[in-house]
């Protein structure tokens, strides 16, 4: 047997033998017992090793939550020990954010676009929100969508509080709250707003998703800062791009950083076969101008846009037949929509120098960050309804600068109805009614964009108001009676016109029936792009 003593000699290269320190004789205080046999180490396995729990917990790299502990102790704050795992007082007194973060109870009762004279069953769903300054509560804007009843309940409460709905953000997808009860406003302090993060910046998402009924916290950082596309509020504005886990439930929770201040509010995930953990978070540009939007107005007015259609200049010998100089760079204008305060300046084909004294590129980015581009619809959003921007353009080879006033968009398909119940009007059985977004999904289903007819999405998609009262009336069905025999299978069609007059929106047409001494009405429908058919009743 070979001797204890040598086994400390068959080491694994570049690894330290581990030693157990000495323990004193119980029977005799001066006695020193020798070394314990150091076992040798099996190929392929790490030596077991016995530690004390406090050891342990001082060699462990420290969590998210213990290191924001030790940054507050090494900042100064108090009732905190460096040793040894921190205690539930000591994290609440370090992370009082996590009191703020309430969970939102809403009923929501849902109109019918296809049978527009009644709602839907009403249904109910639990999200998430958290308490800001100014006795207010920030969550999304689909968990209180058509809502009919709101109620918030405090963490490690058990009453909920009956709130009052102060504003609805479609596009940024973020509603405003408020509660009368003082109550619950007692023991809180307000989340605060930190800057926007940079990318691998690490991030805490707290919110009440589902698979419980507690508080949940997730991590981790961020991935990537872009242009966004919006789903509830069919826009595209500034994201966050977070690996961690965002699910139903989640929505309208506050996300974190390392310093307990709010970054942003999640409100959306990508859910796809081929990708893991990718959330999206509104940022703190967002948030703040749809709070600074309700102060100043006293409710939600919306996120201008720059009413054109533009495509990129990268081409050169595009660059070239402009008229473009090496050193200009710029989008050209394809349309300017006609209800948009640019229509009395800018003209087609005219190439966009600059936005406000910010130089574009050709591809339509402009710089945001050290070693980061974005595209120059960050800038316009940043601006609220109604004030002006300086726009340089190149027109004829020349330079032009104009003062526009920026809106918001008018879309000849509604996006959004904006919580007003659906309009519709009923003559002789046939029911017509005004084409949005909300009316083609309640037709077609969400895959709608897949589903509807074609005339209705090239409409959908790329026609543009003529005005700002214009709507897209269709037929929407035919409600069978003997007058209208013959005119069963009408659905979904576009009127044209009533009498051989224009119609404009579903307001005028009722006008121009309720009007008509006629013996018979006419009604000019869309039978294809060059071509109509007409009914008599």
Known sequence: MDDPSSASNKRKRGRKPKVSPPSPDR???????????????????????????A????????????????????????????????SWDEVVRVVPCMDAVVKVFCVHTEPNFSLPWQRKRQYSSSSSGFIISGRRVLTNAHSVEHYTQVKLKKRGSDTK????????????????????????????????????????????????????????????????????????????LLGLQI???????????????????????????????????????????????????????GGYTGFPI??????????????????????????????VEPTAPESGCLQPSDIILSFDGVDIANDGTVPFRHGERIGFSYLVSQKYTGEK????????????????????????????????????????????????????????????EYDAPVKLLVKHLHAMAESPDEQLVVVSQVLVSDINIGYEEIVNTQVLAFNGQPVKNLKNLATMVENCKD??????????????WSFFI
């Not at 020798?34 to 180490?41: R, S």
């Not at 989340?191 to 507690?214: C, N, S």
């Open 27 to 53: 029977s005799s205080p001066s006695a020193v017992a020798a070394p314990a046999p150091v076992p040798v180490a099996r190929r392929g396995r790490k030596p077991r090793r016995h530690e004390d729990p």
């Open 55 to 86: 050891d342990a917990d001082a060699a462990r790299p420290p969590s998210p939550l213990r290191r924001r502990v030790l940054n507050t102790v090494a900042n100064g704050g108090d009732a905190v020990a460096e040793a040894g795992p921190a």
């Open 161 to 236: 509080y009956l709130a009052t709905v102060l504003a609805i953000g479609t596009e940024c997808d973020i509603a405003l709250l408020t509660v009368n009860d003082d109550e619950f406003w007692e023991g809180v302090s307000p989340v605060e707003f930190g800057t926007l993060p940079a990318l691998q910046d690490a991030v805490t998402v707290v919110g009440y998703p589902i698979g419980g009924d507690t508080i949940s916290v997730t991590s981790g950082v961020v991935s990537r800062i872009e242009i966004l596309s919006y789903v509830h509020g069919s826009t595209e």
């Open 243 to 297: 690996d961690a886990a965002i699910n139903s439930g989640n929505s309208g929770g506050p996300a974190f950083n390392d310093r307990g201040k709010c970054v942003g509010i999640a409100f959306q995930s990508l859910k796809h076969e081929d990708a893991e953990n990718i959330g999206y978070v509104i940022p703190t540009p967002v948030i703040t101008h749809f709070i600074e939007d309700y102060k100043n107005s």
């Open 306 to 335: 720059l009413g054109v259609e533009w495509q990129k200049m990268e081409n050169p010998d595009l660059r070239k037949a402009m008229g473009m100089k090496p050193d200009q760079k710029g989008v050209r204008v394809r349309r």
């Open 389 to 448: 921007a300086l726009v340089k353009v190149l027109r004829d080879s020349k330079v032009h600068e104009f003062k526009i006033r920026l809106a918001t968009h008018k879309r000849l398909v509604a996006a959004h109805v904006k919580g007003r119940p659906p309009s519709y009007y009923i003559v002789a059985g046939f029911v017509f009614a005004a084409v949005s977004v909300p009316y083609l999904r309640s037709e077609y289903g969400k895959d709608y």
């Open 519 to 532: 013996e018979f009405l006419k009604f000019d429908l869309e039978y294809d792009q060059v071509s109509s």
